[in-house]
């Protein structure tokens, strides 16, 4: 784009706000007036950029702490100046400095690279950065990183390029374009996929924006919901009045609403393809909840004046979502499946030790989660874990979450004995409307946040008949109604129950099973039919995948798990309390042997060691002062109830020799 018309400069060229602002580029002359220069340099273009109020230079120098007036003095300092000079009266070719001439060369390339029509306040204030005088280059450089400055504008001002496709194939009818999910991050796909949910829970056969609202609430952490408060609008209020304002306006039940454009409403399509455009203004790689979230509240919809009925200033919550970032998931490659399958095993076995026959029963299906089959209509698996408290059954919950799910913060612990009423459903699936507990179901709320999860219901023989009831009705479609609406999904769910009846009657049909698979069929089926007779309903065996019994812990592997907690415990005191702690040989022995004579299984074995460690090293090292010494010893003896107690003393040459020579703390006591 060429900015002369031979020696003249051509104006038409040049956005009229930007003429207005600098009174046809007037104040350039007065700026070369002002310092007495000769010619025009980049300096005083810079210099009237400057005395524009509210421009973009303003702001960009205002962030960085300089007042327009502060810079417009150092900029004039810089200029050339001679006595006697005599400014230019006019903007001609003939009168430019070097350092201007190029710019405005460079100003017109920007304007046809950004796809301008004229030269901007942004394409200018580039050019003239870029192509400052050595003087003024100087002292810009020492106040400011002026390529990043430069870099930082382009981003946020220069040309958009053009965001991925969404939307595929481009240009083909709804029913055949999908959202292109690798285009979105990790919060995006959340926000997305609950949208979906929502809609399909509440038996709508496409998504609208009241559906995202409802996924853009959802959830912890959400930058909508920082935003509310931010302006002390309650998102569970809001939450509820859009649950109420949809519920019983489904067109039919079961509906499966998927991420294909026809799933979706136009107005929620205009939102998603707004949000990419977000994103690649913000020069993202892909689109994430804070792009969904500023696009839902750009484009006009009934969802969005909702929010704007509980009081939300749309333009004060943009201010607040685009300083926000999210902290993105780190998601595996999809080619890792097959490489984590082959170590989930050890994983599973080294979470819990001594029960090899129930993580075999249970990687059986976890290969099969993990290959991607699911159970049509019904969750991906369903265990019953029976046997002694402390035999590690919540363990291998906690490590299925990790193995099939990625964290064990995909594990939804609910612990029966706190549904022993009729009343407590509401604790379960959520009250009704009007009633306190709407919407806050403990079990619906995390299947609608993440239906890939493991579902523990421990002491299930404790819930009471309807809550009973409403699990068989779980266990048997993989859904669950919630009574603000909608109906949520979790047939991608794991469900474990576990239960302690009768465990010292159990952990006899151990007797005289043989190895292998035949010893699995048998245990199996002795299993079942005590169950049986220990009055567990038909119709829940029935919907079990698999009755696994927990064996009983004995001395070798309660010490295996007394010497994995003391190492637990001496790194914790070498990383919080800089000293290295030995551990007698025999300390995790005479551990499992106690824990061996009691039923309280692997957590005993977790007390004791932590108390045999911690607790009398924290008080030897309290009462030994400073200098605290740089390794201590650890032994143990027991007690007249049998419980070991830890011994503690200065670990030296001589003391480990001696066996105890030097100070020795128990519990509190210190002997020098």
């Not at 350039?28 to 340099?41: D, I, K, Q, R, Y």
């Not at 030269?119 to 050019?127: G, K, P």
């Not at 009343?423 to 709407?438: D, I, K, R, T, W």
Request: aromatic residues 6%.
């Amino acid at each position: 784009m060429r900015l002369f018309d031979g020696n003249e400069l051509d104006l038409d060229r040049f956005d009229p706000e930007l003429l207005t602002a600098t009174e046809a580029m007037g104040t350039v002359v007065v700026a070369a007036t002002a310092t007495g220069s000769p010619e025009l340099e980049s300096t005083h273009f810079l210099m009237a950029l400057a005395e524009i109020d509210g421009g973009l230079t303003q702001r960009v120098f205002a962030e960085r702490g300089f007042a327009a007036g502060q810079f417009r003095s150092g900029l004039a300092a810089c200029a050339a100046s001679e006595r006697g000079a005599v400014p230019p009266a006019f903007i001609t070719r003939d009168c430019l400095h070097p350092s201007a001439e190029k710019a405005f060369e460079e100003a017109g390339e920007l304007a046809a690279e950004w796809g301008l029509t004229r030269v901007t306040e942004e394409a200018l204030l580039v050019a003239m950065l870029r192509n400052l005088t050595d003087v003024a280059r100087g002292r810009l450089s020492a106040l400011v990183d002026l390529p990043q400055l430069i870099d930082g504008v382009v981003r946020e001002y220069g040309p958009t390029p053009e965001h991925a496709a969404v939307f595929a194939p481009e240009g083909a009818a709804p029913e055949e374009q999908e959202v292109q999910l690798d285009a979105f991050t990790p919060s995006g796909r959340r926000v997305l996929n609950m949208m979906a949910r929502e809609a399909e829970g509440l038996g709508f056969e496409q998504a609208d924006a009241r559906h995202l609202l409802l996924a853009c609430l959802a959830g912890p952490g959400g930058t909508l919901k920082l935003a509310l408060h931010q302006q002390d609008i309650s998102p569970t209020r809001l939450q509820e009045g859009v649950m109420v304002g949809l519920r019983g306006r489904g067109e039919r039940a079961g509906t499966s609403v998927s991420l294909r454009a026809a799933d979706m409403q136009t107005a929620v399509r205009h939102i998603v393809e707004e949000a990419a455009d977000i994103a690649a203004r913000e020069r993202a790689e892909q689109i994430s909840e804070k792009h969904i979230v500023m696009a839902f509240l750009t484009v006009e919809t009934l969802a969005r004046r909702l929010l704007l009925d509980y009081g939300l200033d749309p333009n004060a919550a943009l201010g607040i979502i685009g300083r926000h970032e999210i902290d993105e998931e780190i998601e595996p490659e999809p080619g890792e499946r097959r490489a984590d399958l082959e170590s989930v095993r050890e994983q599973l076995q080294s979470a819990v030790l001594g029960q090899q026959e129930a993580v075999d029963q249970v990687f059986r299906y976890v290969k099969r989660m993990m290959m991607g089959y699911s159970a049509s209509g019904r969750p991906a698996g369903v265990f019953l874990f029976c046997g002694e408290s402390g035999t590690g059954k919540t363990e291998l919950a906690k490590a299925l979450a990790r193995a099939i799910y990625g964290s064990e913060e995909a594990l939804v612990f609910l612990e029966m004995g706190q549904y022993q009423t009729r009343e407590s459903m509401n604790m379960l699936v959520g009250a009704p409307h009007g009633y306190v507990g709407f919407g806050e179901g403990k079990l619906t709320n995390a299947l609608r946040d993440d239906p890939r999860r493991v579902v523990l219901f421990d002491e299930f023989e404790k819930a009471h008949r309807e809550v009973y009831n409403a699990v068989l009705r779980f266990l048997d479609e993989g859904r669950i109604e919630d009574p603000a609406g909608p109906v949520r999904n979790g047939q991608e769910s794991t469900v474990v129950l576990t239960s302690n009846v009768g465990a010292g009657e159990l952990a006899q049909l151990w007797e005289g099973v043989p190895a292998g698979p035949d010893g699995y069929w048998e245990i199996r089926q002795r299993l079942r039919n005590k169950l049986l007779e220990l009055d567990f309903r038909p119709e829940l065996l029935n919907r079990v995948d698999e009755c696994i019994l927990f064996r009983d812990l004995g001395d070798r592997v309660l010490t295996a798990i007394a010497e994995r907690e003391l190492g637990k415990c001496t790194a914790w005191i070498a990383e919080e309390m800089g000293v290295e702690t030995q551990v007698e040989e025999d300390v995790a022995e005479q551990i499992g042997a106690f824990c061996s004579q009691s039923r309280e299984g692997a957590r005993l074995a977790h007390r004791v060691a932590r108390a045999v460690v911690l607790d009398p090293v924290i008080d030897f090292l309290l009462e030994a002062g400073e200098p605290a010494p740089e390794r201590v010893r650890v032994r143990a003896r027991a007690g007249r109830d049998g419980r070991p107690h830890g011994l503690v003393s200065v670990a030296s040459e001589g003391a480990e020799e001696a066996g105890g020579e030097g100070g020795e703390s128990s519990g509190g006591r210190h002997r020098r």
